[in-house]
């Protein structure tokens, strides 16, 4: 005889794998970092890698939890909307890692390392949000937040546009400014991603509050 759980579900579970997929993204920002940080010779991919397989399994199971559970936490839009967004960061951050490593030698002396910082606190952030769905609909807090998300991504967008300015007038050589403008591309599409799973968490808690 099935009980009323079995039947229904346990809907709160959605709160853990959507904090441990936000983790995943703080993961892959903080892979950059060192990525960035490391000599030529030590490059490796493995951690973005490993940081995509988990938010792939992750991705999946959220999906199947959705078709499995009567009951949800969470309009069942939202969460697969929020599933979806927090998906493509690290998605987007392997694709830098990947074009970067086989460029490394031809970019010259770039800083990428200070954009990804701010990758990194913005992951940090929309962690901290995701983390508060659990802790009921704080309108105040998850505003706070947000406004501080969109904050980092205007400055990285203006360190970014900096990027720009300098290959635009100082890049001589056009196959090193195609790589320099397909990486810094993907970079500011990175930051974006955290900035849209941002407004899906602040869309979520507006809804509910």
Do not use: W
Not at 62 to 81: G, M, P, Q, Y
């Amino acid at each position: 005889m099935f009980s009323l759980q079995t039947i229904f579900g346990k809907g709160d579970k959605f709160y853990g794998l959507l904090e441990a997929s936000s983790e995943s993204a703080s993961s892959s920002a903080r892979a950059l970092i060192e990525l960035l940080s490391a000599p030529v010779s030590e490059l490796s991919l493995e951690k973005f890698k490993e940081a995509r397989r988990r938010e792939k399994g992750l991705f999946a199971q959220i999906s199947e939890e959705l078709v499995n559970t009567f009951v949800t936490v969470l309009e069942r839009e939202d969460i697969e909307a929020l599933n979806s967004a927090l998906y493509k960061i690290p998605k987007v951050v392997e694709k830098f890692a990947e074009r970067y490593t086989l460029a490394v030698a031809r970019i010259g002396d770039v800083d990428f390392i200070s954009r990804a910082e701010m990758l990194e606190q913005a992951c940090e952030v929309l962690e901290q949000m995701v983390g508060l769905l659990r802790q009921g609909m704080d309108l105040d807090k998850i505003k706070k937040l947000n406004d501080q998300l969109q904050a980092i991504e205007a400055e990285a967008d203006s360190q970014i546009l900096e990027l720009y300015r300098d290959a635009y007038a100082n890049e001589t050589d056009p196959i090193r400014y195609l790589i320099k403008m397909n990486l810094f591309e993907i970079l500011e599409k990175a930051i974006d991603r955290c900035r849209d799973a941002g407004n899906v968490v602040y869309h979520i808690i507006l809804k509910n509050s």
